[in-house]
């Protein structure tokens, strides 16, 4: 019974794209939960997919030069907030590092969700889902809103005249009607520094 659960998985998992992620609960028509868990972790044991985090499973990419390539942490948080139906906006020095405004990967990336609050350890990094107001999850521009994260991450009167030119130059690759959008919602200070020109 347990082994047919496994093919079963493996079918389904093989019929997506290589790297597409996976939860226990996709193949929960397989069977009961422990016979799910039973079945994953066989498959992980013959090198068919990976365990990438508690309940998240990928069949990874194969690179010719550096074979296996998992996802990325951001592609784990997007598929946990689709799962959960969840809007989330990246937030503190992983929206800075989106924005090139730093080179180093944050090892905790924090993401305003309008879910439950919750940790999830991925490897040596976190994703953490924090729950906000739901001003804060009103942005529609996915540049202006990593652009309003990260001046708020350095602080009033902290930015560098660098920084800031990097985030004019960024933003004019968003949709005008979502920078205004975005830019009402703003604390003023971002506003004015965000609104004025060179």
Same mark, same amino acid.
């Given at each position: 019974m347990s082994n047919s659960i496994g093919i079963q998985i493996l079918d389904k998992i093989?019929?997506?794209?290589?790297?597409?992620?996976?939860?226990?609960?996709?193949?929960? !028509?397989?069977? /009961?939960?422990?016979?799910l868990?039973?079945? !994953?972790?066989?498959?992980?044991?013959?090198?068919?997919?990976?365990r990438v985090a508690q309940g998240i499973y990928v069949r990874p990419v194969i690179d010719n030069y550096i074979g296996k390539v998992l996802p990325g942490i951001e592609d784990i948080a997007v598929a946990i907030a689709k799962r959960d139906r969840a809007t989330v906006v990246p937030t503190g020095s992983y929206a800075m590092y989106k924005m090139g405004l730093t080179t180093q990967?944050? &090892?905790?990336?924090?993401?305003?969700?309008?879910?439950?609050?919750?940790?999830?350890? *991925?490897?040596?990094?976190?994703?953490?889902?924090?729950?906000?107001?739901?001003? /804060?999850?009103?942005?529609?521009?996915?540049?202006s809103t990593l652009a309003i994260q990260a001046l708020r991450t350095i602080g009033k009167d902290q930015a560098t005249a660098e920084e800031i030119k990097?985030?004019? #130059? *960024? &933003?004019? /690759?968003? #949709?005008?009607?979502h920078l205004q959008h975005d830019l009402q919602l703003a604390p003023v200070w971002i506003r004015? !520094?965000?609104a004025t020109d060179e």
């Open positions: 093989r019929k997506a794209k290589r790297g597409s992620l996976f939860f226990t609960e996709d193949f929960s !028509l397989y069977g /009961n939960h422990d016979a868990r039973k079945a !994953l972790e066989r498959l992980v044991k013959s090198g068919e997919i990976e990967v944050p &090892l905790n990336i924090v993401f305003y969700s309008d879910t439950s609050a919750r940790k999830i350890k *991925i490897g040596k990094q976190t994703i953490t889902f924090k729950k906000a107001s739901s001003k /804060n999850l009103a942005f529609v521009g996915e540049i990097q985030i004019k #130059n *960024i &933003l004019k /690759n968003e #949709n005008p009607k004015e !520094l965000m």
